[in-house]
Nanobody, 122 residues
Framework: QVQLVESGGGLVQAGGSLRLSCAAS????????MGWFRQAPGKERDFVAAISWTGGSTYYVDSVEGRFTISRDNAKNTVYLQMNSLNPEDTAVYYC???????????????WGQGTQVTVSS
């Protein structure tokens, strides 16, 4: 089992950047693939980005491709989401999640953080 804690959210103007972090407990972090999801008010939770166990493979939803970068540091038990060129449509609560299953499948994620709010003003 793994526990996840996100940080780094906040208020930023359109065009700005934020870096989210997700710290994981335990000594088996490298066994988990990691993902970032987001949920805007009144909308379903969306799969945003994911990274494989070693960090060698990544996935991005089309709307963030080229603007967001997911990375991980297994020595620090942390996964990051660098978000650039933010726009108001990126406003949401961002969640990190972990899975030992197929990391490309949104429903495969078993462990979730509590979320961090990202608000982009126009």
């Amino acid at each position: 089992q793994v526990q996840l804690v996100e940080s780094g959210g906040g208020l930023v103007q359109a065009g700005g950047s934020l870096r989210l972090s997700c710290a994981a407990s335990g000594r088996t972090f490298s066994r988990y693939a990691m993902g970032w999801f987001r949920q805007a008010p009144g909308k379903e939770r969306d799969f945003v980005a994911a990274i494989s166990w070693t960090g060698g493979s990544t996935y991005y939803v089309d709307s963030v491709e080229g603007r967001f970068t997911i990375s991980r540091d297994n020595a620090k038990n942390t996964v990051y989401l660098q978000m650039n060129s933010l726009n108001p449509e990126d406003t949401a609560v961002y969640y990190c999640a972990a899975t030992i299953n197929d990391w490309r499948l949104p429903h495969a994620y078993e462990y979730w953080g509590q979320g961090t709010q990202v608000t982009v003003s126009s």
